[in-house]
């Protein structure tokens, strides 16, 4: 097997953090919880986010100071730093392995923060080392020199040590690569679109093992948008909300898109219901607020300052009408089962901006401002409008 | 095999439990229950939104009269829906009485916030003391957060606060803005401690603390950025590095473990740095430090792995 962890050990983790998460819900007693924790005997370690966050954190920082040390060394000469990255990366997975088999580490921060760090090495280092010698016309087609490697490195972090986000990362470095292919920008948009789906119904034939199965749901949900990405052509008109597009001249192509993009997220939405796959259901809705938001830009219609709650009293309602009826549907339910562990709120981030924002720097001065009554200024009571 | 079947005999659980958690695991029982939470929490931040730019961009057609009107019957159903549907008063945990519930309230506080600050901006009513409007909100989202026990209302609470508290202050010019905000945060933390020890809404004391912790270590490390070791800030910085340290072992609450171990390295790595002119020996430096602060953090995983719950 590719993978280090044999598939005993993550079932076993598997079922104690099932168990605990049970317990966390109150639908087991405490004394089932210890008898399986009990059973379990020593499984392998894992952190909370925190904890793992803290660790990758100081773990890139630690590799970016080195790389600093390095390059200030050999005078910021750029092949010779990218042997460095090159030699280096090896280390680091090889210190990742040792860590892992070592301490029995999951999903600790420090052996994942060394990991992807020696991807990123991995890229950066090949871009430095070979790119330098090309001529400036073939240097068009060196980003290639980074994505190539990215995205074997990510696949490989996928294959042998299970990381969701390395598969996640390596999508997106997929289709930078066949971005890089020089096409036109319509043959370009349907390869990226068609060898996504292509790839999800690869996927769809795979068995999964039960503690694999929401990794695979987030790639699959991953996939699922860069379906549709590539074939909205108005996802700019989000940006730009006022600006009315002209469409008279729009050919066949146009008017595909426009199909495609009201039958993906439908179709989504259903795998996403029929599979019980949470993620997909998730970007299936997300895939379907993006469409109806890019419809009047699609049609080359004027948006009205009022669409915003129109289109939010529309998701209220829907919430509303979800909540009412689906305990009534067999199989569905509004009421929570599973609690989650309560770990870095929302809260605290907005916490942490607030008081990052509020301190910023700026010295007092002797006669107050008078707020212009935009966007939030007064702590969420504030609205959007700037009278 | 599915974790349910390998667990029934371990956990010894009993055949409805197993029946209950089998469906749950195959997913023949789906809760859709933090979805509808993101639809309603999604539908409010659009509708505030969009009445908020109909009102920009119709302010001539609409007039005042018109826009204030229907701001204050916005207000009032949302908060005659939260009143009408609330059960009692109580100073424990309680769930919301409808799905929605929470939304409205938010609604009616952007609503109102929304109503004020065109009120100001068309009449100025206030004028010079308009920072009163923030006074007046934050009271009554205090008031409302703690009658339909919502940490978020609790949060827009305190931000109009800190908000009035730096504009009123500066009329004075006897603080600096980093003072007050260490005062204010300092007094949060009280508060919350206080109100957590009489028991009344214990599970509010994060929003409290969080805030004012962020707001501390924000408003030390803004003088210890330009001035390194050579401030009061810093040894009291330590301290409340420490402090944070020891609560989030004493609670588990590794969170307050992540930001008190990166504002005290942030805060005396800046010391650090203030001595050192040399790019290479700050990357060696930071090298060698962080690699410290995994090893240390790393020789008490034991205390750090997940919770049981």
Same mark, same amino acid.
């Given at each position: ?227 549709? $990405?590539?074939?909205? *052509?108005? =996802? ?6 006022? #600006? @009315?597009?002209? %469409?008279?001249? &729009? +050919? ?42 890019? $419809?009047?830009?699609? *049609?080359? =219609? ?6 915003? #709650? @129109?289109?939010? %009293?529309?998701? &209220? +309602? ?70 | ?309």
């Amino acid at each position: 097997m590719l993978r280090i962890f044999t598939p005993e050990e993550e079932q076993a983790l598997f079922e104690l953090e099932e168990a605990r998460a049970w317990r966390r819900s109150e639908l087991i007693a405490k004394e089932q919880l210890d008898a399986v924790e009990l059973s379990a005997g020593k499984t392998l370690s894992m952190a909370g986010k925190a904890v793992r966050l803290l660790f990758a954190g100081f773990t890139l920082l630690a590799m970016g100071a080195a790389s600093g040390f390095v390059g200030s060394c050999l005078g910021h000469e750029k092949v010779s730093l990218g042997a460095f990255f090159l030699l280096s990366a090896p280390a680091y997975v090889l210190l990742a392995e040792h860590l892992i088999r070592r301490h029995r580490l999951y999903r600790f921060g420090a052996e994942e923060g060394l990991l992807m760090g020696a991807a990123i090495q991995l890229a950066v280092g090949t871009y430095l080392v070979f790119s330098s010698g090309l001529d400036p016309y073939a240097r068009q087609g060196s980003e290639i020199l980074f994505t190539l490697p990215f995205l074997m490195g990510t696949l490989a972090l996928y294959v042998r040590y299970g990381y969701a986000y390395a598969g996640i990362a390596a999508v997106f470095a997929l289709a930078q690569l066949i971005l890089y292919q020089g096409l036109t920008p319509h043959v370009a948009r349907l390869t990226l679109s068609g060898s996504f789906a292509g790839i999800l119904l690869a996927m769809r034939m795979r068995e999964v093992p039960g503690y694999e199965r929401e990794r695979w749901d987030m790639i699959d949900a991953c996939l699922c948008l860069a379906v549709y $990405l590539p074939l909205n *052509l108005r =996802l700019e008109s989000l940006a730009n909300p006022f #600006a @009315v597009p002209k %469409v008279s001249s &729009m +050919g066949h192509f146009y008017w595909g898109t426009l199909a495609a993009v009201w039958l993906i997220p439908p179709a989504v939405l259903l795998w996403g219901v029929r599979a019980r796959k949470r993620a997909v259901l998730i970007v299936g809705a997300i895939l379907a607020l993006l469409s109806l938001m890019t $419809l009047k830009p699609y *049609l080359g =219609l004027q948006r009205n300052p009022w669409d915003p #709650a @129109v289109l939010g %009293v529309f998701l &209220m +309602g829907l919430g509303w009408a979800l909540s009412r009826k689906l305990d009534s549907a067999p199989g569905w339910t509004a009421k929570q089962l599973l609690v989650p562990r309560e770990e870095l709120s929302a809260g605290a981030l907005l916490a942490a901006a607030a008081a990052a924002v509020a301190t910023g720097g700026q010295e007092p001065s002797s006669t107050p401002e008078k707020p212009r009554f935009g966007g939030g200024e007064s702590g969420g009571a504030g609205a959007t409008a700037s009278f | 095999m599915k974790c349910v079947d390998s667990l029934r005999a371990r956990a010894g659980l009993t055949d409805p439990q197993a029946a209950l958690l089998d469906d749950i695991e195959t997913g023949r029982l789906f809760s859709l229950h933090r979805e509808i939470k993101a639809l309603f929490y999604l539908g409010a931040t659009f509708i505030v939104f969009g009445v908020g730019a109909t009102l920009k961009d119709r302010l001539m057609e609409l007039g005042p009269l018109t826009i204030l009107s229907v701001l204050a019957l916005a207000v009032a159903a949302c908060y005659g829906y939260c009143f009408k549907k609330a059960g009692p008063y109580s100073e424990g945990k309680t769930g919301s009485p409808t799905a929605g519930f929470d939304y409205v309230l938010y609604l009616g506080c952007a609503f109102l916030g929304l109503a004020f600050g065109y009120a100001e901006a068309k009449f100025q009513l206030l004028d010079r003391y308009w920072d009163f409007y923030l006074l007046g909100s934050g009271c009554l989202f205090f008031a409302l957060a703690y009658r339909f026990d919502n940490r978020f209302v609790l949060s827009m609470a305190i931000l109009n606060l800190a908000g009035w508290l730096g504009v009123r202050l500066k009329h004075f010019e006897m603080l600096d803005v980093r003072t007050q905000a260490m005062l204010f945060a300092a007094a949060l933390i009280a508060l919350g401690k206080f109100l957590e020890d009489r028991k009344v809404k214990a599970h509010f004391t994060d929003t409290y603390l969080l805030f004012g912790l962020h707001l501390l270590f924000w408003s030390l490390l803004a003088d210890v950025f330009p001035k390194g070791f050579a401030c009061w800030q810093f040894p009291v910085l330590a301290a409340l590095t420490v402090f944070a340290l020891n609560y989030s072992f004493k609670r588990r609450r590794f969170d307050y473990f992540l930001y008190s171990t990166v504002y005290g390295y942030l805060g005396f790595s800046s010391g650090v740095v203030h001595h050192i002119s040399d790019s290479s020996a700050v990357s060696l430096y930071v090298l060698v430090s962080s690699v410290a602060v995994i090893v240390t953090v790393f020789r008490m995983r034991r205390s750090l792995e997940q919770d049981p719950c």
